[in-house]
């Protein structure tokens, strides 16, 4: 037992730095995404303070490791090997379901995970124990504390409400008193909400908080608690005094230090709350195995573990480590930039981006109910309030080229300064809350505060608050069930199991997020943001033979397939066309930003427009692709009749001259295919009079044959631009060159020159 025990411990350990690696890299964008948003300050000084907040929020996380220990287990109920079963069970579904969700792109929490992971391994490990006893099945609430976990679960779904309408009432009064030009009127008000945001930060971080932190003393738990009338309005005059003399006589934006602490306060709160999602049950698994293994001779089947419910404390040095892998993480991982740096935020200001989530009806009859409320009010409010209140929403008018932040400073400290009020109050109670969907909802109530939801986007995003809601109850449903079958499945095969899942639990979580190669996009959004000639130039050159060496690929692959009737196959290969489809039609879509950001000479703009002409061929190009595979696909599933004789040959000699065409494609290449193309069709003419040639498939034939038509046709006419553009450029920098020369000719010779 003793092995068995000291190996499951190393893999829970192992389990439990892993998860937490992965888990930051996630999470980080939560508390860091306002502060970059708003580009309050250089990234290095975002980071260093987020890493703060992180370190020392870890220390404050002691208290809410009881959430492991006794949150959801009445511990004098289970035996030592008992509660074994439950935490293994616990590590290894989260892992599993945590790499599931992420896999398919699904919204999940860990905190929702970790609660009912508890909640079903704990209610498997009851019925059988009810069961098998032959107890009757009342009895089953003796072993849950169902209270506390009821109280945990409401905690979790009333803060996503609770977060949501915080947001949403504390930005309109905000942007009332401040308006979007709110340069005019924070010289008179900054020094105030400056004080109440730093005091809000205090309160919440350091005065509720305190209770939970490892390295506070009781004698300054105490004082505090006298005194924190005292402390709270010491604190509130101090930090108003100081900030309006920061705006009044050294013309100071304090709202880059709101922003700044702000983000501080959501890293401290996101650690002190989050990090027993992690390291908690590990931790309960040692506590466990220090009470079991202090009481010698202990029977590990019959040796109760009332012992958890002393609290115990965590020993700092602990706290400390698992503070110091987050900070790691955040400066060290990949994917954690990436994830901050090409994430679409749900709270942008900006129109007619890709949004994140699809429309759905119950969003379209929640935005149609929203139109007629709204017309419905403006009939009963008199149009002089209407107007004047929307003065205040009124956006501030960008200087030319100067780019829309996705949210200004005001909502950027209201995301970060409520989000980690909500989390850390929870945090005092001992109640788990979901960070992300905490810090989302706030996002979204203030965005729609802000009149960041109009017509165009409206839609969408309320879909993306209903995704949120669903994938609560979707991540509940699944931990709940899932640990409830892995803990039975524990308790039918025993010790060998539980270490072969750990195992096997490590290495999927390994190979997920350490083995699986990205590509990093980063250049070509670089040079898309740049929108200049040469940028566009470059980009349209890797573009256009990418994406025509995909589309040939793909049309060969498929009418081999077809002839080969492999209908699973042509499944696969329509997938692969739907997301080159995706692909060209998101990077059609830059050149609206190209165009909102402006900017640039003439010639510029031209290759902007150049842009998009090409990008749209190659979309109508990718969509007649997935469109012609669909229907082969279809074809073959409906067992129809193949090509043969002619119709084969003809086919087949048409996808090989294409395949020369991808990897040598000149004018007069795509003159002889347009001119085999033109005999294959003369030809089937003549052999629909001669053959009982069905319609149906005289359709995919010629849709065959129209698609390499279209293909050759339009990127024709791609490469046409491409040329021009390339003209174009080369004159310009002949013309630069001349004129460089001449100024040279122009310039007096110095004294050391003769």
Known sequence: MDTFILAALALLGALAVIDLFVGVSNDAVNFLNSAVGSRTAPFWVIMTVASLGVLLGATFSSGMMEVARTGVLVPEHFTFKEVIIVFTAVMVCDVLLLNTFNSLGLPTSTTVSIVFELFGG????????????GAPIADLGLYLNSAKALAMIMAILVSVVVAFF??????????????FNYERYYKLFGGIYGGVSLTAVFYFLVIKGAKGASIMQPEWISWIGANTTELLLGCFAILTVLFQALIMALRINIFPIIILAGTFSLAFAFAGNDLVNFIGVPLAALSSYEIWSAVEGADPTTFTMEGLRHNQGTPTYFLLASGLVMVLTLWFSKKAHRVIRTSISLASSARGGKEQFGSSLPARIVVRSAIRFNNLAHQIIPASVIKSLATRFEKKKLAPGEVELP???????VNLVLAAAL???????????????????????????DGAWDRESAVYRISGVLTVISGWFMTAFTAFTACGLICMLFISWGEPLQLIMMVLALIVVIRTNFFVKEEDETPDHERIDRGDKASIRDLLSESVNDNLNATLTLYAQGLQAFLDEDDQKLRELKGDAAQLFDFITMRRGEYYNMALEGGGSRSDRDARNFYY??????????HSLRDQIGVAQNYVANSHSPFTGRMRDNIKTLSKR?????????????????????????????????????????ELYLGYLLFAREVLNRYMMVKLLQSELEAGLAAQQQQQAAFAVEDDKDEPLQPSER
């Open 166 to 179: 915080a947001g949403l009432f504390v930005q309109y009064l905000l942007r009332l008193i401040f308006s």
């Open 407 to 413: 949210f200004d400073e005001i909502r950027a400290s």
């Open 613 to 622: 002409r090409a990008f749209t061929s190659m979309k109508e190009v990718s």
């Open 423 to 449: 989390i850390a109050s929870a945090t005092s109670l001992k109640l788990p809350l979901s960070t992300t969907y905490v810090t989302f909802m706030v996002a979204m109530g203030s965005s729609l505060a």
């Open 122 to 133: 704990a209610t498997a490990l009851a019925c059988y124990k009810v069961w098998s006893s």
């Open 658 to 698: 294409l395949i020369m065409i991808r990897d040598n494609f000149v004018p007069a290449n795509c003159t002889q295919a347009l001119e085999l193309i033109d005999e294959a069709q003369r030809d089937f003419m003549t052999q629909i009079g001669e053959e009982k040639i069905s319609l149906r498939k005289s």
